[in-house]
């Protein structure tokens, strides 16, 4: 009986922990939309997050736009301690003009309640008059009279800092983006205990393969990962002695550490595919540098590697975002369209009939369609005498070719 139970709560704790998942949807057929949410199995709060999401992707598709209209959600996810889990939803709508908007959920497990700013902060009326008077410092075109109205609803907490975040209605400022203050933990208060993440230390690098000046070679890409899906994706590639170049979402690496780590152990590449997913061509320099460079943090963080290669979203970019990084822009000339047509056949006739050696082939591991074509696609192309590489060794061999 004893095993039994011990072997009840072991399996309960694995699958405890190893559940959650990123919930992905990436599409650019009317208008461009990119969400990207935990679910959390959590169920009180997973509804909350996806009845949010819902309501927002609703909101937008009835919106009337001259522009192409694009609606953007990202989130970040946060464990405070084995108890409580802070999570926002940060929301960015361009049409004619551009909305920006943040909600965060907190959600205590242990006794199945939503917490607010007074359930962590003591004394948080004494905070007020502090609060505001930074706000006015930071966003001085706010106006005093409407900043004793704000609220303190929506939040989330690093290691470093609880981090506030105002509505620019609420505090009548013309900002556009979303306005936020940041109070460093320590000169708070807590009322609960917060968990510090150990950052652990991994150092991977890419195996190396053999192929020489005459092979055929092919590198298959996957965009918009890492996702539940990504791990058969990699054991398909596994079982042909195959590899891939996954452009990886940073938002979403938090979630999927091991399987990052296992694509440089089986030799696949890492490259970086911005941080939230937005159309890089609307945002500023800084912007577009924070989305390489968050992401960049988050997968070296993760396994020590630093990627080089970066996957445009949408396609989209201009010589002058080249000119912001040292990364390496890398597009396709094989698009298996896995998210449009949702079809193996039509993925293997928009793939297969289009390949030559030094194909770049784009495919997408947030969804089960690139999977499903994928054993196939191997198959014929390793018996059509190809090797599979990643797009660097892909780009080397093409400038050994091109300087002999
Ligand atoms: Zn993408």
Redesign the pocket.
Known sequence: MKKIIILLVTIFLLCGCSDKEVQSY?SNDDGLISINYPVTNINVLDDAISSYVNQTYHNFKNMKSTNVPELNISYTYKELNSDIVNVSLQTEIVTDKVINKIKTFTYNKSNNKFLTMEDLVEDLNGLDYEIKKELLIKYQDADMDYLSNVSYDYFTIDDENLTLYFNPAEIKSKHKELIYLDIPLDSLKLLIDIDKNEGKDTYLSIKKRNVSLDDKVIALTF??GPSKYTNDILNVLKKYNACGTFFLIGNKVDFYKDTLRRMLEEGSEIGN?SYD?KLLTRLSKEEFQDEINNTQEAIKKITGFTPTLFRP??GGYTNTLKSYTDLKFVLWDVDSLDWKVKSKTKILKNVLPNVKSGSIILMHDNHRYALDALEDIVTNLKSDGYKFVTVSELLELKNLRESE
């Open positions: 990436i965009d918009d595919h997913h979203t949408y």
